[in-house]
């Protein structure tokens, strides 16, 4: 059974620093998309930062140049994403995705449980 944990969300002041993470386990075999999704309350999830198995990112515009996502060279379905200069607006629960469709929209994925983040004024 695969299953995808994240962990490192936390409470955080504006301008400061989180990283995320997310582990898989259950599978030999390495996801060819990787991502970062999140939903704040009352609006839609959103993709945040997708990387591929080849190391191809791209990031959503709200959080260019503030995020970093990467993937553990070692553990190739460990992913990480690195949020710097944080703003309320970031606040959300975060989700961990890995799937190996087309792209890491594909709706045949793996997720995680959440993690929530919070950032305050």
């Known amino acids: 059974q695969v299953q995808l944990v994240e962990s490192g969300g936390g409470l955080v002041q504006a301008g400061g620093s989180l990283r995320l993470s997310c582990a898989a386990s259950?599978?030999?075999?390495?996801?060819?998309?990787m991502g970062w999704y999140r939903q704040a309350p009352g609006k839609q999830r959103e993709l945040v930062a997708a990387i591929t198995s080849g190391g191809k990112t791209n990031y959503a515009d709200s959080v260019k140049g503030r995020f970093t996502i990467s993937r553990d060279t070692a553990a190739k379905n460990t992913v990480y994403l690195q949020m710097n200069s944080l703003k309320p607006e970031d606040t959300a629960v975060y989700y961990c995705?890995?799937?190996?469709?087309?792209?890491?929209?594909?709706?045949?994925?793996?997720w995680g449980q959440g993690t929530q983040v919070t950032v305050s004024s």
């Open positions: 259950g599978t030999v075999f390495s996801f060819n998309y």
């Open positions: 995705k890995g799937t190996n469709g087309g792209s890491v929209s594909s709706s045949f994925a793996y």
